[in-house]
């Protein structure tokens, strides 16, 4: 009877006509869709088999009379088969092969950084095995040839995709969100998506016929019942869908699949990751901090010394911070900004370069991440992760709770140096979208997807977007302004 009495007005002018429409997928569609992915495989392939080319002449004309205490076949075959899957492991990390969503700039970018990590690992590998340290100038060679190579590769594969494959017609229907098809500029989309109109949900759910001759839809922050109605009339007319989640269908995401009773069900819980994983996650940041630690104290002394030069001030600050299960601690920063900051005690972001608060130091140290480094002793403490959602201090924090309660789930994984939000949005994205970034990290615990994010946070670290201010008088989740020390 309740279900009777829910949304009459919209389920006949919505799910009336989805069962009046077909309901069968529409045969050319599906055969454009087969040849789009074949030749998005090929293109890959492509650039895998041009990148591994360089290596593989360099290794057997070589490198190979190095390590003549391996077997051939295994020097031969294995040492190649090492390079091709960790470049693919990197390219994916670094979203390097997205030929249809992303700029030739940031193709390169992505490529260039997997090329440079896979062959570093590969010559760490060939020096272990030899009994003297490697020649560089062949590598070095070879690097310079796979950038050439995948430069090629990207401005090719630019060109030949958008030749074979038309704009798509797109709409975009919203709930929450109205400045999505602003976006599509901004990101330089609009090559890939033609957006023919943007509407509300109830003007689409009043007249679904509007969604026939489109490829794809966006649907941008649409209550689950109407926009199951769509996604239903979408999927029936092989139209494709880009849905902007709301946080209810982010933490839908991480549901665990089971049978219970004879029907099929599916599992939502509080952030519980397995001991194997939560294990491996701790022995992974103690082990890297002590490296990076390590690796970096020459870094770490020049800028303390830097610090003190510029202005006689505290070194570091401490700031109060949050982690998991709302835990307050003390987070260690380079300080970056002048000793009177926040001297009033109000709690101010970063407007960016126009920020006067920034030291001259500071703006460098800001630029490379290096304020960041301090942060490894807390990794070692226990108080934070290498990854995880930023922490965020309890005063914004709340101001943030009293619109969003849920911005608190946040709280369920310890914080992190980096995390999902930082390698996939910018320091201005809005709190609502860093959240739900953070959720879908919570939602699917993985020492590989910590692993994928640890690498790509290199990827962000001389991108500007990564480092944008926010405009004065806003605030953003996951500040990193401080007070005076």
Known sequence: MDAQKRGPARDAGGMGRFRRKQTLPRAPRQGVNLHHDFGIRLLKLANVALVTLPFT??????????????PSVYRAGGIIVMFVVLYAFFGRAYEAFL?????????????????????????????LMSNRFPDLLPAVGTL????????????????????????QKTGVIFDMRRDVEDMFGQYNMEQKFNVQFTCSVEECLNR???????????LCG??????????????????????????????????????????????????????EYTLAKR?????????????????????????????????????????????????????????????????????GKEDDR???????????????????????????????????????????????PEFALRLQARAGITGYAQVYGKYNTSPYDKLQMDLMYISRPSLIEDLKILFATFQIIFQKESTEGVQPGHVNAGSDDEPAA
Request: charged fraction near 20%.
């Open 208 to 218: 679904l016929e509007m969604l026939d001759d489109l490829t794809s839809v966006f």
């Open 222 to 275: 649409v209550h689950s019942h109407e926009r199951n109605i769509i996604l239903k009339y979408c999927v029936a007319n092989g139209i494709v869908v880009y849905i902007i989640p709301r946080v209810g269908d982010v933490i839908m995401s991480g549901a665990k699949k089971i049978h219970l009773f004879h029907l099929p069900m599916l599992r939502v819980d509080r952030y519980n990751p397995n001991p």
């Open 99 to 127: 030929v249809s969503l992303k700029r030739v700039s940031d193709m390169f970018y992505a490529q260039a950084l997997s090329i440079l990590f896979a062959d570093g690992f590969m010559f760490l590998v060939m020096w």
């Open 283 to 351: 022995v992974l940041d103690v082990a890297l901090s002590v490296f990076l630690l390590t690796l970096f104290s020459p870094i770490l002394l020049v800028t303390a010394v830097a610090i003190k030069l510029q202005d006689g001030g505290p070194i570091f600050y401490k700031q109060t911070r949050l982690t998991k299960d709302g835990k307050e601690f003390r987070m260690m920063k380079f300080r970056s900004m002048v000793v009177t900051a926040e001297d009033d005690g109000v709690a101010r972001l970063s407007t």
């Open 57 to 70: 002449l360099v290794w057997l004309l070589y490198y190979i009379r190095m390590v003549l205490m391996y």
């Open 358 to 404: 920034i030291t001259k130091v500071g703006r460098f140290i800001r630029a490379c991440r290096i304020d960041e480094l301090p942060q490894l002793f807390n990794v070692l403490g226990g108080s934070m992760s290498l990854v995880g959602p930023r922490p965020e201090r309890p005063e914004i924090a709340a101001e943030y709770e009293k619109e969003m």
């Open 144 to 167: 310079a040839v796979q950038i050439v190579l995948s430069a090629l590769w990207c401005w090719c594969a630019n060109r030949w995709y958008y030749a074979h494959y038309a704009r």
